[in-house]
């Protein structure tokens, strides 16, 4: 499975981006999604997920409320509409994707495939 996200970029406090994860590879409308992000010196923590269907989501109360992912399984592409961002959401925010038997989806290690990462930065 190879994962590409894109859509991060430099913005100001309480716009919006939204982020896109396109996937590659078998069996993604089986697979459930995660996004992650990594700030500078700081562990990779986990923001939101979304089961294979799109039917059941999880989020950190860090963004719930305002950050809503969603897949698509036709275009194979889950993305993260993130609004009302704030300076503490910057981080480089990365994609991966879980196996049909991973544990919970609140940890890294539930999840073999990754993205590359895409840099948001909200200025305050």
């Known amino acids: 499975v190879q994962l590409q996200a894109s859509g991060g970029g430099l913005v100001q406090a309480g716009d919006s981006l939204r982020l896109s994860c396109a996937a590659s590879g078998p069996d993604f409308s089986s697979r459930a999604m995660g996004w992650f992000r990594q700030a500078p010196g700081k562990e990779r923590d986990f923001v939101a997920a979304v089961s294979w269907s799109g039917e059941y989501t999880y989020y950190a109360d860090s963004v719930k409320g305002r950050f809503a992912i969603s897949r698509d399984n036709a275009k194979t592409t889950v993305y993260l509409q993130m609004n009302s961002l704030k300076p503490e959401d910057t981080a480089v925010y990365y994609c991966?994707?879980?196996?049909?038997?991973?544990?919970?989806?609140?940890?890294?290690?539930?999840?073999?495939?990754w993205g590359q990462g895409t840099q948001v930065t909200v200025s305050s």
């Open positions: 991966a994707a879980a196996t049909p038997y991973s544990g919970s989806l609140y940890y890294t290690r539930s999840y073999p495939y």
